[in-house]
């Protein structure tokens, strides 16, 4: 009876948990945070939820929680006929950001569709391997040592005309909202499709928003035989240095 008890609890304060989205998108996506130890405890119970991986399927196959299924959450709304046909199925959405943006893209799409018990995990990715729970890797992939490229060094080989050759991961409306002259879009939920049509003559320098996937993504392209490095912390990192020199032109 105890042990009911404990479950009926746990169940309950799931069905409360607050939203985990920003407040204007909390309205429209309905999606309630769920912490890793609440997490992990369901899933040591009996009833076990959806997990769905929303990274691209490189990520997912390297390191994904146990039972998990990827679906990138680019890919969210041409395939949300995988999701099942019980609209009151419990989900839960991850991703790798601690701010859980591509799992809050993804869970708005589940509950556009109609379906009604949608979670996304707190903190995502990260925090769940902070709080000590295992994760699983269906074809990891191998890590060396890439030393990444800072930005004031990639605006050097730039305008020094170098055969450098920017490859800029974000998602496609993202890049188009602003990138690195000169670069090209290759989103990293497509990486394992389409790394063919990447140069091997040139050297690539991997972009993506704060530094976090570029490294993963360079060490899959290295292991192609790339000659590849990581832009680091990302466009986040240039547009602040592009920001700094507009400030200190303006004190000239």
């Not at 869970?107 to 903190?123: E, F, I, N, P």
Request: charged share 25%; hydrophobic share 40%.
């Amino acid at each position: 009876m105890r042990r009911i008890f404990h479950r009926r609890r746990l169940w309950i304060a799931v069905l409360l948990l607050p939203l985990i989205c920003a407040p204007a998108e909390a309205a429209e996506t309905g999606a309630k945070k769920i912490s890793p130890q609440e997490l992990a405890q369901m899933l040591a119970g009996g009833k076990k939820p959806l997990l769905i991986n929303n990274m691209g399927l490189i990520e997912c196959l390297d390191h994904s929680i146990a039972g998990s299924i990827c679906i990138p959450s680019e890919e969210m709304e041409e395939r949300v006929g995988e999701l099942p046909s019980d609209k009151g199925r419990l989900i839960v959405f991850y991703c790798e950001s601690d701010i859980s943006q591509k799992s809050c893209e993804a869970s708005d799409v589940a509950v556009r569709h109609g379906y009604t018990a949608v979670y996304v995990l707190d903190g995502g990715m990260p925090a769940w391997k902070r709080a000590g729970y295992a994760t699983v890797a269906a074809e990891r992939i191998p890590r060396r040592a890439i030393a990444s490229v800072k930005p004031p060094a990639l605006r050097k080989m730039l305008a020094e005309k170098a055969a450098v050759l920017p490859v800029d991961i974000r998602s496609e409306n993202i890049f188009r909202k602003g990138h690195i002259e000169g670069a090209i879009n290759l989103p990293m939920h497509q990486l394992h499709r389409r790394w063919r049509e990447l140069p091997l003559d040139r050297p690539l320098v991997i972009v993506d928003n704060r530094g976090f996937r570029s490294p993963l993504a360079a060490n899959y392209l290295a292991s192609r035989g790339f000659d590849v490095r990581p832009l680091f912390g990302g466009m986040i990192s240039w547009e602040a240095m592009l920001e700094k020199e507009k400030k200190n032109a303006k004190r000239k």
